[in-house]
């Protein structure tokens, strides 16, 4: 089956730095998409990953390595509006996108 | 300004009360698709629309029907509402289903008695 794992919830400080990671077991790849997604609200984009490598946008930056089905999203100089549940999804060889149950990101002053 | 419009945002109803969730796009996205949302299980698809007159089972279809006649609209129909259908639901749309970006409505609440 199909399959996206990510932690359940993570802690971290005010103007630290957060990794969140993204495993995932798929029938094909077409790329890998990160979103944010406030309490109550619609999810919004972040970033999208079809390569290996590291793609960056400014406070944020999105990995990937295929080889190993492994995508995190660091998350720097964070900041109070940053608390938030954070998306992983994979497109798979039919282009439908699988999502992980997210990662609900906790800030602290 | 570019969005997907979802009516209504909040709804409690009652068991068997047959129900439509409107979505509506401006954007001339080809495709549309409602998800549900649950705690902890994440965005599982319900239906997709690849364009007009076009739709697909998602992964948690049964209960639900939807229809596409025209390219800006993708109603979710609940024909007889049952509690386990209480849900969080989200339409979104994209030029296409390849490596597009999904815009997401803000969401209808829905609670079934």
């Known amino acids: 089956g199909q399959n996206i794992d990510q932690p359940t919830e993570m802690t971290a400080t005010e103007g630290a730095i957060v990794q969140i990671n993204c495993t995932y077991q798929t029938s094909g790849f077409n790329g890998l998409f990160w979103y944010q997604q406030h309490a109550g609200e619609a999810p919004t984009f972040l970033s999208y990953?079809?390569l290996d490598g590291l793609e960056e946008k400014g406070r944020f930056s999105s990995f990937l390595s295929r080889s190993k089905g492994y995508s995190y999203l660091l998350l720097k100089e964070l900041q109070m509006k940053d608390s938030a549940s954070y998306l992983c999804?994979?497109?798979?060889?039919?282009?439908?996108?699988?999502w992980g149950a997210g990662t609900k990101l906790i800030i602290k002053p | 300004e570019a969005q997907v419009t979802q009516n209504p945002r909040y709804l409690i109803t009652v068991t068997g009360k047959k129900l439509t969730v409107t979505c509506s796009q401006n954007?001339?996205?080809?495709?549309m698709s409602w998800y549900r949302q649950d705690p902890g299980l994440g965005l599982r698809q319900i239906y997709y629309s690849m364009n007009v007159e076009v739709t697909d089972k998602g992964d948690v279809p049964e209960g639900y029907k939807v229809s596409r006649k025209e390219k800006r609209n993708f109603p979710l129909i609940l024909e007889s509402p049952s509690p386990n259908q209480t849900s969080l639901y989200f339409c979104?749309?994209?030029?296409?289903?390849?490596?597009?970006?999904?815009?997401f409505g803000a969401g209808s609440r829905l609670t079934v008695l």
């Open positions: 999804a994979v497109k798979d060889s039919n282009y439908q996108l699988i």
């Open positions: 979104a749309s994209s030029f296409a289903s390849g490596a597009n970006v999904l815009t």
């Open positions: 954007m001339n996205h080809e495709y």
């Open positions: 990953n079809v």
